[in-house]
């Protein structure tokens, strides 16, 4: 299709972009383990695409249930997950490989810490997310709730302590807000927040602030299923009406940056390097026009991904 891209489009990344120091370091635990001998990851250990291909390239097997596991090894992902399930993962006899993100293991931590204080426990995240049930899987039913939004908070009831963590990668005006409502809904219960947002996400959020402030375009890499992607995106958009979210260069569409003079650039906790330079440079060989002024669509693929090179 062609399009016309202004001659001055340039592109900024946002100051803070990319893998965090959790998922570096829980790539590079799997990849060691690998090398010592056959591994099963319980689960994705990160949620990008990018990543677990060049994992599973490097022989590293995948299982959801630990039931299943044909390695003498499993490895808990970056996400952390309950003692509970670690007991029933080590009765089976398996070595078990923590990864959890040290961050998470203060929201573990914070979590803990209400419940022996007695406080009726409020997470602030995606219920099903595998985060989410690492964070709850010690805690009796009936003593904890999850909540992602304003509907969820007006089904709580009430408690005479009320304890609030989040998930990680949540955003923090989002987690501030839902604890602000439920100080407004239950203003007689005593209500304690542990504010358990990772400082990587914070930084990515605010500085995907700064930077869709100046764009008329914004591209967002990162995994589908990247819970931190999708948040920089919905931050973007309160401020850039034109925000894509792409895993990789395959997903851009020349026609997105018609007429744009800047296009912003962010990118989740989870996605290597070396695919935002190769969007940034998809980008950069779209904005070059030929002689008629038609953006120059590149169906260059880029190279495979080889995690620890």
Same mark, same amino acid.
């Given at each position: ?19 965090? !120091? ?44 630990? *039931? ?75 003593? !904890? ?40 809904? !239950? ?71 018609? *007429? ?50």
């Amino acid at each position: 299709m062609a399009v016309s891209t202004a001659p001055s489009m340039r592109i900024i990344r946002a100051a803070h972009l990319g893998m965090c !120091f959790g998922v570096r370091d829980a790539i590079a635990l799997a990849l060691d383990h690998a090398e010592a001998g056959p591994l099963t990851i319980l689960g994705d250990l990160v949620h990008n695409p990018t990543v677990l291909g060049a994992l599973e390239a490097k022989g590293i097997a995948v299982a959801q249930d630990a *039931a299943d596991v044909k390695t003498p090894t499993l490895m808990v992902t970056a996400h952390g997950t309950s003692e509970r399930s670690l007991a029933r993962t080590r009765a089976l006899g398996l070595t078990v490989v923590e990864a959890t993100c040290p961050l998470v293991r203060v929201a573990h931590r914070a979590v803990a810490a209400l419940v022996r204080d007695g406080y009726h426990v409020v997470i602030v995240g995606q219920r099903d997310h595998v985060e989410v049930r690492g964070l709850t899987g010690d805690l009796d039913r009936d003593h !904890f709730d999850v909540v992602l939004d304003d509907d969820d908070v007006l089904a709580l009831e009430e408690h005479p302590r009320i304890g609030v963590a989040s998930q990680t990668t949540q955003a923090v005006e989002k987690v501030r807000h839902i604890v602000a409502l439920i100080r407004r809904r !239950f203003p007689h219960a005593e209500v304690r927040f542990f504010d358990t947002v990772c400082k990587p996400t914070k930084e990515r959020q605010s500085a995907a602030v700064e930077m869709a402030r100046q764009a008329d375009v914004v591209i967002v890499v990162g995994g589908r299923g990247s819970n931190n992607t999708r948040e920089l995106a919905k931050t973007c958009a309160r401020y850039c009406a034109r925000v894509h979210h792409v895993q990789t260069e395959a997903d851009i569409r020349a026609e997105w940056f018609a *007429a744009a003079e800047v296009v912003g650039l962010t990118a989740g906790t989870s996605t290597p390097d070396d695919v935002i330079d190769r969007v940034e440079a998809h980008i950069g060989r779209i904005k070059k026009t030929d002689s008629r002024g038609t953006a120059e669509e590149s169906s260059a693929q880029g190279r495979k991904v080889t995690i620890g090179s």
